[in-house]
Each structure stands twice: as C-alpha cells, then as structure tokens.
C-alpha cells in the first residue's frame, strides 16, 4: 500500500463511527432487535459486535506495533454473540464504547512513523498480517456491517407488508 492510499484509508478509519450513527439514524429502534432467522444477527446485535470487535481490534494494532512477530489470538464472534448475551447489551453503551476505541487507535496510527507500517509483521488469524493489513480489515469493517443493517432492514420491511 503506498502512503497515500494508506493515509486515505487511516481517515476513512477515522471516520467509522460517524459513518455508523449517521446509517442507524435510517433504522427506527422498534426494528433494531428483528432477527429473519435464529441463525443470523439483528441490528442490535451487530452494534454490540462492533463494539467487541473494535476492542479485539485495539490490542491487536497495538500487539502488531509493540510486539511485532508475535502471534494474536482470534476470537469467535458467534461464541461471544451467544456467551455474551449480545440481544440483552445495551447499544448506547456500546457505541459509546466503539467511539473510544476508534478514537484512539485512529489518534495513534495516523501519527505512526513509516519505519512502523513496514515492520509490524505478526500472525493474525494463523496468517502472516501486517499492519497494513489490519488497517484493510477494520476500515472496512463499518461499511460491510452497515450493508448488512439495510439488509437487516429490508428483511424486517418485507416481513411486515406480507
């Protein structure tokens, strides 16, 4: 990734939770916790994960810049969903918490010296991850979950008018 296109996608980074609480503003809360299938996450569930998923996301940005060559943990997100109980978390808590989060890896890695982007080299998921890598994986993460929410939304409008 060249430094420009990474600097692109640090601010796009930047700017995940404001991109999520403009797109939940389309979604009426009364429809937040409608699940098409057991099997598949309701809105509020998604917010929740969003919220674990960016703090798996802030150690292993900081793993692969203090600990480079080390090896991090994955996690479940379907275990987590069920062990955690994500249907009865509260949202405002956290998306206030996805927020932090955000906030301070965005502070951290926009402020990161080239040497760092080149030698953040660790083993993500049982694959060779750079930093660069994390940064494809977590600026992407918001918008594919908002696609998902319209689906979601689609989904729950088309279950009412039948």
């Known amino acids: 990734m060249t430094q420009e296109e990474r600097i692109q996608k640090i601010e ?10 403009e797109a939940l503003k389309q979604f009426p809360k009364t429809m937040w ?27 292993k940005c ?12 994955a996690y479940d997100q379907d275990k ?5 109980h994500y249907r009865d978390q509260n949202t405002e808590e956290a998306l206030e918490l996805f927020r932090r989060l955000r906030l301070s890896s965005y502070a951290l890695i926009k402020a990161l010296p080239e040497s760092v982007w080149s030698d953040s080299v660790g083993s993500m998921e049982n694959e060779t991850a750079t ?21 979601r939304f689609a989904e729950w409008q088309k279950k009412r008018s039948d």
């Open 33 to 59: 916790s409608f699940k098409p299938s057991p099997d598949r996450w309701s809105i509020h569930e998604i917010i929740i994960h969003i919220a674990d998923s960016e703090a798996n996301a802030y150690v």
């Open 131 to 151: 930093l660069d890598n994390w940064l494809e994986v977590y600026e992407q993460h918001i918008p594919g979950h908002i696609s998902q929410m319209k689906k």
């Open 12 to 21: 796009s980074y930047g700017k995940g939770h404001l991109q999520l609480t």
């Open 62 to 73: 900081r793993k692969l810049i203090a600990e480079p060559g080390k090896s991090i943990a």
């Open 80 to 84: 987590w969903s069920a062990a955690l």
